[in-house]
């Protein structure tokens, strides 16, 4: 075949795959706006806007790479408006999965439960909820006595469309109930988002990279609050190689392995089994944190691996 006919062959063939990927991302779009009211109340639906992860900073910038963190595969913006009234504007994210829809909610759980979806949080003219693999955003500019009904109505009829429901991620299952902070558990792939709940290190000592999941929780202790991170890594050695970076890096002057007081008269405890790595921060005793630490094991051996 003459170089000229296998230029035209490749175009066609990158064309003819770009066309469907064209498709697909329409189609998605499709469902996702099939979800959202077109009126709410006395405001009408402007336009949708339709953004996945290679162009969602066109539309969110700075806070796009959250979503990105966690493998958002599309958005679907849509704005209502009535004149003399606050907009008022859903974001209905498909993020491919309901481990990483809960996650995403869980970023940011400020806010009372409005009983919408799986779980959801209402502040100041902000609604937020996840149902199955979608996270969902309903905001308006400004709180009035008519935004906030129309905000929670736009959210129990969009989670009511949404037909399907999904499982909380398995580390969650990891977790001990007692003195567990309702609330308070956080869901994440990566550094700067642990950094983001709680400051761990200025790089990525945990070896997460964006492949492994993690969940950390806040504890009510007599000394305080602590902390319990639970790490699952895609496998046994990349495990290893992250709790000897944890310890190298965080522990160096443990006189036990994987236990250390560190300079504000807290303990911090790490293990090890299989594929995951168990951190305790904060703890107000070493047996409190040798504690959390078996636990969590006890749990994970009932409850099986998160990968198998």
């Not at 008022?88 to 919408?116: C, N, P, R, W």
């Not at 036990?256 to 300079?263: M, S």
Request: aromatic share 10%; glycine share 10%; with cysteine.
């Amino acid at each position: 075949m003459k170089r000229a006919s296998v230029l035209v062959a490749l175009a066609i063939l990158f064309a003819g795959g770009a066309g469907l990927l064209t498709a697909q991302k329409n189609a998605g779009a499709a469902r996702l706006a099939s979800f959202i009211p077109r009126t709410a109340g006395p405001w009408l639906s402007e336009a949708d806007r339709v953004y996945d992860a290679a162009t969602i900073f066109q539309y969110l910038d700075g806070a796009g790479e959250v979503y990105r963190s966690y493998n958002m595969k599309l958005l679907v913006s849509r704005r209502f408006h009535k004149d003399g009234r606050p907009d008022i504007v859903v974001d209905l994210f498909d993020m491919g999965s309901s481990d990483d829809a809960f996650g995403v909610f869980t970023h940011d759980l400020d806010g009372e439960d409005a009983g919408t979806g799986q779980g959801s949080n209402y502040k100041a003219g902000l609604l937020s909820f996840w149902k199955g693999r979608y996270f969902v955003s309903v905001q308006t500019e400004e709180e009035t006595k008519d935004t906030k009904p129309a905000v929670l109505d736009l959210g129990r009829k969009i989670a009511a469309a949404i037909p399907e429901s999904g499982p909380a991620p398995k580390l969650v299952s990891y977790l001990p109930p007692e003195g567990l902070v309702g609330g308070r558990v956080c869901y994440f792939h990566n550094y700067s988002i642990l950094n983001y709940h709680f400051f761990v290190a200025d790089t990525d000592i945990l070896l997460l990279g964006g492949k492994a999941s993690a969940v950390l929780a806040s504890y009510k202790t007599a000394g305080g609050e602590s902390r319990l991170l639970v790490v699952a890594y895609p496998d046994e050695a990349q495990a290893v190689r992250a709790y000897e970076s944890f310890g190298r890096n965080y522990m160096p002057d443990a006189k036990k392995p994987g236990l250390v007081r560190t300079e504000d008269k807290t303990w911090t405890a790490s293990a090890r089994a299989g594929d995951v790595v168990i951190v305790v921060f904060n703890a107000g005793s070493d047996e409190f944190a040798m504690t959390q630490l078996a636990a969590v094991q006890e749990l994970m051996a009932a409850a099986g691996p998160v990968r198998k």
